[in-house]
């Protein structure tokens, strides 16, 4: 629903930022759908926000009105918790999260935290998606251990983004999309990956690592069949459906299974100093903000490849 408010006024920690663009992320769609409880209400999603600061506020220390920052998904972490204090505030106890409990990116003004802000180097449209996308796929890509051979299932936004990635690093990357999508599979082929097909299959050779992007708990079994033993299988995303019963044997072989939880500041420098040196090439289609609903609707069905980004200004 589109509404007009107030711009809001910035706290003494925060920035006023004009949105350029917000990237769409199906964390939205979970959180709009009622998949992630917790949400602050009235809710403005969107977490994937490129802007140009327009106020600060008294505290903020290093930036200045005019410049262009990225805002993410982890908008606070309280920095007291024993999480915070062993460098894991991706696990704080009590965090704040954009467009979740704190106001998104689908509108054309929003505040955030400074500290929480990320630098970037690319256009705002094709920068959009590095925040989320790009850098939950990062946190993922690196707990595969630097696997030789990489398995992505669901290639999506952030598929498409951390392939890139496995590429350039001399990686074996496969490509499981939906059964039948061929045309998803043609456009995995298309950015090196040296093998696509359907989720149900089987690679021609066993895998190192698996990711799985995709939200479904099926694919667990799937995919920890499809991995060698000492291998592991990395679920990347927030919310994923049920996942079946499945034999011992399947993870026996000290085969790992394990998630990835939200991200940190740390990763968002280490992922864009990675992408200021491969020039990642995002794919994205672009929507009005007025036609959110619209680019939603288009990614759960999966009618576009990459990733969605509504234009704001």
């Given at each position: 629903?589109?509404?007009?408010?107030?711009?809001?006024?910035?706290?003494?920690?925060?920035?006023?930022?004009?949105?350029?663009?917000?990237?769409?992320?199906?964390?939205?769609?979970?959180?709009?759908?009622?998949?992630?409880?917790?949400?602050?209400?009235?809710?403005?999603?969107?977490?994937?926000?490129?802007?140009?600061?327009?106020?600060?506020?008294?505290?903020?220390?290093?930036?200045?009105?005019?410049?262009?920052?990225?805002?993410?998904?982890?908008?606070?972490?309280?920095?007291?918790?024993?999480?915070?204090?062993?460098?894991?505030?991706?696990?704080?106890?009590?965090?704040?999260?954009?467009?979740?409990?704190?106001?998104?990116?689908?509108?054309?003004?929003?505040?955030?935290?400074?500290?929480?802000?990320?630098?970037?180097?690319?256009?705002?449209?094709?920068?959009?998606?590095?925040?989320?996308?790009?850098?939950?796929?990062?946190?993922?890509?690196?707990?595969?251990?630097?696997?030789?051979?990489?398995?992505?299932?669901?290639?999506?936004?952030?598929?498409?983004?951390?392939?890139?990635?496995?590429?350039?690093?001399?990686?074996k990357v496969y490509a499981f999309t939906r059964p039948g999508d061929l045309a998803g599979q043609h456009y995995a082929r298309s950015l090196g990956v040296c093998w696509a097909g359907d989720?149900?299959?089987?690679?021609?050779?066993?895998?190192?690592?698996?990711?799985?992007?995709?939200?479904?708990?099926?694919?667990?079994?799937?995919?920890?069949?499809?991995?060698?033993?000492?291998?592991?299988?990395?679920?990347?995303?927030?919310?994923?459906?049920?996942?079946?019963?499945?034999?011992?044997?399947?993870?026996?072989?000290?085969?790992?299974?394990?998630?990835?939880?939200n991200l940190s500041r740390q990763d968002g420098l280490d992922f864009m100093a990675i992408a200021s040196n491969i020039a990642i090439q995002t794919t994205v289609?672009?929507?009005?903000?007025?036609?959110?609903?619209?680019?939603?609707?288009?990614?759960?069905?999966?009618?576009?490849?990459?990733?969605?980004?509504?234009?704001?200004?």
């Amino acid at each position: 629903m589109v509404q007009d408010l107030p711009i809001p006024e910035p706290s003494s920690k925060q920035v006023l930022v004009r949105v350029l663009v917000c990237g769409v992320c199906r964390t939205d769609l979970h959180v709009l759908e009622g998949d992630l409880q917790e949400p602050v209400l009235p809710l403005i999603p969107g977490h994937e926000i490129i802007g140009t600061i327009v106020k600060i506020g008294h505290q903020v220390k290093g930036l200045m009105p005019g410049q262009r920052i990225g805002i993410a998904w982890l908008g606070h972490s309280c920095g007291s918790c024993f999480y915070c204090a062993h460098q894991l505030e991706n696990l704080c106890d009590h965090p704040a999260f954009t467009g979740y409990q704190l106001p998104g990116g689908y509108a054309e003004y929003t505040v955030a935290d400074y500290r929480y802000s990320l630098p970037n180097s690319y256009d705002s449209a094709n920068a959009a998606p590095l925040l989320c996308a790009g850098l939950i796929g990062f946190r993922a890509y690196k707990m595969t251990n630097e696997a030789s051979r990489l398995g992505l299932y669901g290639f999506g936004a952030a598929a498409h983004i951390i392939a890139q990635v496995a590429v350039h690093q001399r990686r074996k990357v496969y490509a499981f999309t939906r059964p039948g999508d061929l045309a998803g599979q043609h456009y995995a082929r298309s950015l090196g990956v040296c093998w696509a097909g359907d989720s149900e299959e089987m690679p021609p050779q066993e895998l190192d690592a698996a990711i799985l992007f995709a939200p479904v708990g099926s694919l667990i079994p799937t995919a920890l069949k499809a991995v060698r033993k000492g291998g592991v299988v990395v679920c990347a995303g927030i919310h994923m459906s049920l996942i079946p019963s499945f034999p011992y044997a399947l993870l026996w072989g000290e085969r790992v299974l394990r998630s990835v939880a939200n991200l940190s500041r740390q990763d968002g420098l280490d992922f864009m100093a990675i992408a200021s040196n491969i020039a990642i090439q995002t794919t994205v289609k672009l929507y009005r903000l007025e036609d959110a609903n619209q680019a939603l609707d288009d990614l759960k069905n999966g009618l576009f490849e990459g990733a969605a980004v509504l234009k704001v200004a």
